[in-house]
């Protein structure tokens, strides 16, 4: 059997576990974690995970066009490969499937006068950790996005989210050592493998370019492997770059003897040094969450609530927001008189965009109606 046949055969059965039966969405990599020992047992065949992309970005997608009616309701993440900015409005996202998808659902066809549903802000406006979050949590892997956000990770735990690609970026250093310094932990999360063990590495290790002052505070989550193990979490055959024992690399980013063992077996009969590795997308998506909060809650994660003196200065502003609030809702009840449009109203925005051409149009208008109100010509 060949492999796309074998992956045609076991594409939905893996779809469904890795998207906790269509509940959750499901990275594409989870789903070929999912798929892989099936299509391995069909086919007796290892080599389409030597490139995990084969799966990714061909078998997949081509099974995805095959099958429209099965698939139409998958809710399948491949990771976002750039961005995307309209002009004035700021809306930016990255052009992923679930951002993709978001962004066009949200499109508007017709000029929304919502004004009899405004509502004043009841947020208290922060900048920084100090009123909002003690947790600064990594995870090596930005595929998971969609899912964190899905589930409000964030919002439930107050947890500042961060990700860099690859290892961690000379800004990266900086902000992780102003945010100790503020009182904030930053928890790891990464895959069970040489690099997501170097990259914990390198969060507390000085560089050519970024020595530290203070040493960070940082907590590891894992995965590391008593855990993967206890999981069942599938692995995958490694082949290391060089030709020097990884295990030196290893054992100075604090690995156990048996990770090591796990990690590299040795040298093949070309002279590489081979082993095995268990990433993040071995879990599925409700397995991950329930792992992660699991480390959230041994790692004391918990709710903020500033200070009796930040509290009063919040309350009574918020008092006073109620109190305006009160007063717009009493003037939106109130009954208008039909409003005339200018007849020249397209005209005169032309010749203000032609004097200010980086306003966008309802600038323009805003300008004009205010204008209007204050008894100046327009």
Not at 331 to 347: G, N
Request: charged share 30%; aromatic share 8%.
């Amino acid at each position: 059997m060949s492999v796309k046949e074998a992956a045609w055969q076991v594409m939905e059965a893996a779809y469904l576990k890795a998207s906790s039966q269509g509940q959750l969405p499901a990275n594409a990599r989870q789903i070929m974690y999912a798929a892989r020992p099936e299509i391995i047992r069909l086919t007796g065949k290892e080599q389409p995970w030597k490139n995990s992309q084969y799966f990714t970005q061909t078998l997949l997608p081509t099974f995805m066009e095959a099958h429209p009616d099965l698939t139409a309701d998958w809710d399948v993440v491949f990771d976002a490969r750039g961005h995307f900015r309209e002009p004035h409005t700021g809306h930016t996202f990255g052009l992923g499937t679930v951002e993709v998808r978001n962004y066009i659902r949200g499109w508007r066809w017709d000029i929304e006068a919502d004004v009899d549903a405004i509502e004043l802000s009841h947020t208290i406006a922060t900048f920084g950790p100090q009123y909002r979050y003690r947790y600064a949590l990594f995870v090596e892997k930005e595929g998971f996005d969609p899912l964190l956000q899905q589930s409000r990770i964030e919002d439930r735990y107050d947890l500042a989210l961060m990700s860099t690609k690859g290892m961690t970026v000379t800004a990266a250093r900086r902000l992780i050592e102003e945010l100790s310094l503020a009182g904030v932990t930053i928890l790891v999360v990464h895959d069970f493998d040489k690099a997501g063990l170097e990259i914990l590495d390198k969060f507390t290790r000085n560089t050519r370019r970024w020595q530290y002052q203070v040493p960070p505070t940082v907590l590891d989550l894992g995965l590391r492997l008593d855990e993967a193990l206890a999981m069942y979490l599938e692995s995958e055959p490694v082949r290391h770059p060089g030709k020097v024992d990884p295990c030196r690399s290893l054992r100075r980013c604090e690995a156990t003897e048996d990770e090591c063992d796990f990690l590299v077996h040795g040298e093949d009969e070309d002279g590489h040094w081979v082993g095995e590795r268990i990433e993040l997308n071995a879990m599925d998506s409700q397995q991950f969450l329930d792992w992660l909060e699991r480390k959230l809650e041994e790692a004391g994660v918990e709710k903020v609530v500033p200070e009796y003196d930040a509290l009063a200065v919040a309350y009574r502003h918020l008092r006073r927001v109620a109190t305006i609030q009160q007063a717009v809702d009493a003037a939106l009840a109130a009954d208008e008189d039909e409003v005339q449009v200018p007849d020249d109203l397209a005209e005169t925005i032309r010749e203000r965009l032609a004097d200010e051409p980086e306003m966008a149009w309802d600038e323009a208008l805003w300008d004009i109606v205010r204008e209007q109100d204050s008894g100046e010509p327009a």
